[in-house]
């Protein structure tokens, strides 16, 4: 903690998380505006927007990283502080008369607009009416401040306070500190017997034998590489980019399937996450010949503690999730190895991912923005339906919106619809690594492995690459 003199009071501030220097990290080679996030949360229902801001005013106010600040000091390092409460302005637009695509498109483009880095609001809130009766709130927020859980959280404190005030519901339950639980995470940075303990566990994971690229299109990236480095035993690829222009396709699973892929998770009490990171890693075994040795990025939300999940900020790490399978291995077998290695994983996710990414570099001597892994997943269990407490059955929608570039060459996102908690598979990819057509293909290959190994659990991994 270092005490600096802000606009001529003396604040507190305090260093970057490790989650937040992975996104401190990210800046330096891309668009500032890759940490902006917006999404739209809209129900179908008249709104009485006097109300609806004052229950934004009072979100804002539990929220502590609602009001988080950064800052530079005299050396150029970061820091973050909390401002007190503030009324902020918070616009209504109403976009009721317009073709609605078009009004999603606006917002995608406010989400392109940076926010000043320092000493200065990380987020926008405005009221929104669209077409059809939907009406409801546009929230953009700087990543180094909230992540995807952050943001639900947000927006279903949002929504359960206004039904309290109009329904005379239970209003949401009290947070927890931002700064208390980012005090124990400095805690643990600093030399904990905690970190070293992860420390070793990583620096075993490393040493232990060198992981194998895969890629979403297949070997010629590899290969390539390969022959222009001269080296044909290499195993790692270059992902970084000149341009970061990105997009995002959104492939909606139907309900019936998405219920029996939830169905089989239920079954055999294995988490949804286990089970996409299956189709991934087989998928891109199809693509890369077979390949047994497939690693993928997977994201650890690190909300296990009661003080994590209701503190706000932004906690999520990724790390590599390296599977070696053999083709007599089941679907279940596998799926299950899958769980097992996320929970060695989580075990050790409070170690910093960029700390871990610079020593397998150095380990194994590979070149400056190289990975071994071609995809990363994120599972966000908390779109279900299900997650919004004591709130009227009222239909709505939401919407993430992408700012139009991106650090990585494809990021999968897969959440659940509101209207009838269906799966929807968002690819996030960079337009220089990868076509929408890709997407599309590389989409249908993740379906067919996923429901060949549901309807018949002892398929082996062989005989499911054989079949795709």
Known sequence: MKEIDINGSVIKCYPLSAAQRIHNYTIKYCP???????????????????????????????????????????????????????????PLVDFSAWNEEDAHNEMRRWTAVPF?????????????KLPDGFNGVYLKVDHMT??????????????????????????????????????????YEADSSARKR????????????????TDFSGQGRLLTQRLENNNPDQRWAKVVSKSPEASISVYSLEEEASMRLMKFCELYNVPMASLLLMGLRTVLSKFNDNEK???????????????????????VHFFPLRTVMEPEMTFLEGVRMMQTEQSRIFRHANFD?????????????????????????????????????????IP?????????????????????????????????YRKDAVTEQEMQYFYYYLCRVLFRGIENEMRTIGDILNMI
């Open 32 to 90: 500032t505006q890759v940490l902006c996030i917006g999404t739209g949360l809209y129900i179908q229902q008249p709104v009485n927007f006097s109300i609806l801001k004052e229950c934004i005013y009072k979100a804002y106010e539990m929220y502590e990283t609602m009001r988080l600040r950064f800052i530079k000091d005299e050396e150029e390092n970061v820091y973050q502080y909390i401002v007190p409460f503030e009324e902020r302005e918070i």
């Open 116 to 128: 000043e880095r320092y000493n200065s609001p990380m987020n926008q809130v405005v009221m929104i």
């Open 146 to 187: 909230m992540d995807s859980s952050s943001i639900i959280g947000f927006n279903r404190a949002i929504l359960e306070i206004y039904c309290s005030r109009c329904y005379g519901l239970d209003m949401p339950k009290p947070l927890k500190s931002y700064i208390s639980q980012l005090e124990k995470d400095l805690a």
């Open 198 to 213: 992860d420390e070793e566990f990583w620096t075993k994971e490393i040493s232990s034998s060198e992981p194998m690229y």
């Open 293 to 315: 040795d497939v690693s993928v990025k997977t994201c650890v939300a690190r909300r296990g503690t009661l003080s994590e999940k209701l503190s706000g900020g932004t906690r």
């Open 353 to 393: 991912p960029v700390e871990l990414t610079m020593k397998r570099a150095a380990y194994w001597k590979s070149q400056p923005g190289t990975s071994y892994e071609s995809i990363s997943l994120t599972y966000q269990p908390l779109t279900a339906k299900q997650y919004v407490r004591n709130v009227p059955d």
């Open 396 to 428: 709505y929608k939401s919407y993430w919106y992408t700012n139009g570039v991106a650090g990585q060459p494809l990021y999968l996102t897969v959440m659940h619809r509101p209207e009838d908690n269906g799966l929807n598979f968002n690819f996030e």
